[in-house]
Nanobody
Framework: QVQLVESGGGLVQAGGSLSLSCAASGRAFSTYSMAWFRQAPGKEREFVAV????????DYADSVKGRFTIFRDNAKNTVYLQMNSLKPEDTAVYYC??????????????WGQGTQVTVSS
């Protein structure tokens, strides 16, 4: 079992930055790929970014490439999402997830409770 707790969400103006953290407890964090997803009101949950268990491989949704960076610290059981040049369309609840590599939510067995990110125009 892995428990995930996100933090770092908030309100920011367009063009600003936020850094999200996801702290994991439980066994074997370092063996899981970790991902961020987001869900805006009235929309389906969508993939944002994923990082391999060792941290050497990442993938991003086209909508965030060049603006967001995912990284992890296995010694601290934490995965991060640095978000720069934020846009109003980035407004959503952001979730971290642990599981197998991929961009589908079905690949991930463990989910956090989510943290709200709101970008004002």
């Amino acid at each position: 079992q892995v428990q995930l707790v996100e933090s770092g969400g908030g309100l920011v103006q367009a063009g600003g930055s936020l850094s999200l953290s996801c702290a994991a407890s439980g066994r074997a964090f370092s063996t899981y790929s970790m991902a961020w997803f987001r869900q805006a009101p009235g929309k389906e949950r969508e993939f944002v970014a994923v990082i391999s268990w060792i941290g050497d491989t990442t993938d991003y949704a086209d909508s965030v490439k060049g603006r967001f960076t995912i990284f992890r610290d296995n010694a601290k059981n934490t995965v991060y999402l640095q978000m720069n040049s934020l846009k109003p369309e980035d407004t959503a609840v952001y979730y971290c997830a642990a599981g197998r590599w991929g961009n589908s939510a079905t690949r991930y067995s463990y989910w956090g409770q989510g943290t709200q990110v709101t970008v004002s125009s």
